[in-house]
């Protein structure tokens, strides 16, 4: 299965050296969201080709990895099976940008990471896996990410691609929309901080 992944950072640069460990698995090239990141700096040192958004070649499977941009119908129709991403909530709950920050302001003891596939709408394709941890008493948003969210996105990440590259079919199980929540951007003023 060929693959390309989007995104940006750590977990973009963690899963292209996962995919490159799979068997069955060839990652056709990488879309940085941003030009000079470590995603980009990898494939180059790889020999992955990287591709801007309108040059994604077509391929079976597209991975977003922290991927911080709207990826249009189009370039979604040129990976096969669509685009798997990774989101830090447990979708549909905490959609949009400041999911973790969200989780802890609102006092959650829970939070999880999805991986779901990508649609027109922020966040509300199809769960195509998911996982959960504890959040700790005073744990800061960034430290939640590193301790467990960004490990468990290349983990659930990896585990899907790895069997759909043996042909398994996407789960694909729609959100539950009665349970979905949408919260903007996180600002302290916001919160009244």
């Known amino acids: 299965m060929r693959v390309v992944v989007f995104g940006q950072k750590w977990l973009a640069t963690e899963m292209l050296r996962e995919l490159l460990l799979l068997p069955r698995v060839s990652v056709a090239g990488v879309c940085p ?10 494939a180059r040192l790889c020999g992955i080709p990287v591709f801007s958004m309108e040059s994604v070649p077509s391929c079976g499977l597209g991975v977003a990895a922290y991927c911080q941009r709207y990826l249009p119908a189009g370039v979604r129709a040129r990976c096969g099976l669509g685009v798997l991403a990774y989101h830090p909530s447990l979708l549909p709950r905490h959609r949009g940008r400041d999911a973790i ?7 959650e003891p829970v939070a999880g990471g999805t991986a779901y596939w990508m ?9 195509e896996a998911q996982d959960w941890c504890h959040v700790l008493p005073g744990e800061a948003a960034a430290e939640l990410w590193r301790r467990k969210l960004a490990p468990m ?3 659930l990440l990896t585990a899907c691609v790895a069997r759909l590259s043996k042909g398994e079919r996407p789960r694909a199980k729609p959100q539950d929309e009665r349970l979905a929540t949408f919260e903007p951007a996180f600002t302290k003023t916001r919160l009244g901080e």
């Open 33 to 42: 969201d941003v030009s000079g990141d470590r995603l980009e700096k990898t």
């Open 101 to 107: 920050r969200w989780t802890l302001a609102m006092h």
């Open 119 to 127: 649609d027109d709408g922020a966040d509300t394709g199809p769960i």
């Open 153 to 155: 996105g290349v983990h």
